[in-house]
């Protein structure tokens, strides 16, 4: 606990020790417009939890120059992670008490009761951001970017799909394998779309392209600063786990396209998005029942479909053989069975 101990005070306290700690500084300088009384005074509403203050006199009273400065920047992050509602403390002693490996699930839950501004988390992020890479930055800002990047993942997981009870539960009525904000859906074409489940009305809740892109730069947050997240809370915690395993199973899946997309901007290719709602269908990191390891077969389809068939060559366009028995897979058991994946590639057209 003691690395969640110094990203807490780092960011919320450690800004204020000149403000609580030394009265002589804040005297002497309480009668001047030096960025030094400033800084002081913006520290002080730090530590009464007046952060539209603070966050006045770091951007708006201060030089320039002095805006640059790596605690002033910090201590600005911290100012807009308190008006976003934040509370590292609370997030990271979770983690570390009750850790999970469902990890859609359990970082939705983190926020069950918790009223945030998820905008200023936003701004947040940029202003680590802009301290560096991930290697420029310390430890302690990447693990500051990592909680941030649960915060941006599970507040959008719990703003859609846990909007009636807030009980930390994916609502009745939710979907998170389609985007139904366009209307009708692509159907798988024929003749596969003569066996694979029929894809649903629309129903109350569902995640749209723009909560996919958050949802992966979230995580991708988290992976690009895993070290430090691991620091904080110990390589033997099942979120670590389950954290190195789905990077893992995301590189599988998104092929070339990096896992540690952080921008929602640069989240465009169609194949990741389409991974990630598969990987929230399962059990294993997810809301669904099927497993990760009975994932939509994706490049399989030909084969499968070819169970179905009367054998006749499928360019033959042959009928299907309902009555069939030696189908090898349950289509029903797949994840996200009704979702057509992108780029899907037909052999019967």
């Known amino acids: 606990m003691k690395s969640v101990k110094r990203i807490f005070i780092i960011f919320l306290s450690a800004v204020l020790t000149t403000s609580c700690g030394d009265p002589n500084l804040l005297t002497e300088f309480s009668e001047t417009d030096s960025d030094e009384a400033l800084w002081v005074d913006a520290k002080k509403h730090i ?28 201590g600005l992050a911290g100012a807009y992670v308190g008006k976003c509602g934040l509370t590292f403390l609370e997030i990271v002693s979770g983690m570390t008490d ?11 839950g983190i926020f069950k009761d918790m009223e945030l501004e998820p905008e200023h988390c936003e701004t947040a992020i940029e202003i680590i951001q802009g301290l560096g890479t991930v290697s420029q930055r310390t430890q302690d800002q990447n693990l500051f970017l990592a909680i ?23 609502d009745a009525n939710s979907n998170v394998c389609n985007d139904h904000s366009g209307g009708q859906l692509s159907p798988w074409p024929m003749p596969v779309y003569q066996f694979m489940p029929r894809q649903t009305p629309v129903p109350a809740h569902y995640l749209n392209d723009a909560d996919m892109r958050k949802i992966v730069s979230g995580f991708g947050l988290i992976i690009e600063n895993l070290a430090a997240l691991t620091a904080a809370i110990g390589n033997d915690s099942d979120t670590i786990t389950a954290l190195d395993d789905f990077k893992a199973d995301c590189q599988e899946a998104s092929g070339d396209v990096a896992c540690d997309i952080t921008d929602p901007d640069d989240v465009d290719d169609a194949l990741m998005k389409y991974a990630f709602r598969v990987f929230m269908d399962t059990s294993d990191v997810g809301f669904g029942t099927c497993s990760l390891s009975t994932p939509l077969p994706v490049d399989d389809i030909a084969d499968l479909v070819d169970d179905y068939l009367s054998g006749s060559d499928a ?35």
């Open 315 to 349: 360019d033959d366009d042959p009928e299907p053989d309902t009555a069939d028995d030696d189908v090898d897979v349950d289509v029903t058991g797949l994840c996200c069975p009704s979702t057509l994946p992108p780029g899907f590639d037909n052999p019967w057209d």
């Open 148 to 170: 941030l990047g649960i915060a941006r993942l599970g507040v959008t997981l719990s703003y859609k799909l846990d909007q009636v009870d807030h009980d930390g539960q994916m």
């Open 98 to 108: 009750a850790p999970s490996s469902n990890l859609f699930e359990y970082f939705m």
């Open 47 to 74: 530590d009464d939890l007046e952060w539209d203050s603070a966050i006045d006199i770091i951007e708006n009273q201060l030089s320039a120059g002095y805006q640059e400065r790596i605690d002033v920047k910090e």
